[in-house]
């Protein structure tokens, strides 16, 4: 069996006018992430985690932010596009372990619907998908609320 591991991460500032949308859940806030899609920070650092373990390069190797196709495109387009990849490679998700860094707002109550919503794009179970949240405590430009950062690492499998 063939086991890789992989790590992404992705951070993009907060801003007025955006949708804050997170694991492809719309979390109410005043601010929203900056970015030529949807800017789904959590779904970005997935995508990176499982195109490391395939050794597949990265997010933006694969969808340019330079393409118009991309404006405003939801962060699921490039998640079915990288289980694609992974699938034509021979690979499915183990599972994924994720923490999102914010000050606000509040991820707790969000994190069972963004864990449904993932769990279906990878085509996995609810239970193997790990997120978390913490906070910077107020240090650098997170902690000041500028932005959010996620951290994730993934599992994938070729048997």
């Known amino acids: ?6 790590f ?8 007025v006018g955006r949708k804050l949308i997170l694991g492809g859940v719309v979390i109410p806030h005043e601010k929203g992430l ?21 050794c597949l390069r990265d ?13 405003g495109m939801s962060s699921d387009v490039f998640v079915t596009g990288v289980m694609k990849l992974l699938r ?8 994924i372990d994720c923490t999102i860094v914010a000050e606000a707002p509040k991820m707790n109550p969000h994190i069972p619907a963004m864990q449904e919503i ?10 193997r998908v790990s997120l978390k949240a ?8 997170i902690g000041k ?13 070729k048997n």
């Open 8 to 15: 992404g991460y992705d951070t993009h500032r907060l801003d």
């Open 145 to 157: 609320g500028e932005g959010i950062a996620v951290h994730a690492v993934a599992l994938i499998r």
């Open 88 to 95: 034509e490679k021979g690979y499915e998700v183990g599972n």
């Open 59 to 71: 997010i933006g190797y694969h969808f340019p932010d330079t393409d118009p196709r991309y404006k």
């Open 134 to 141: 913490t906070r910077n405590e107020g240090m650098g430009p």
């Open 1 to 6: 069996m063939d086991i890789r591991i992989g």
């Open 118 to 127: 993932i769990a279906g794009l990878l085509g996995v179970e609810r239970d």
């Open 34 to 54: 900056w970015g030529h899609s949807d800017a789904d920070v959590l779904l970005h650092a997935v995508c990176d985690a499982l195109l490391g373990a395939a």
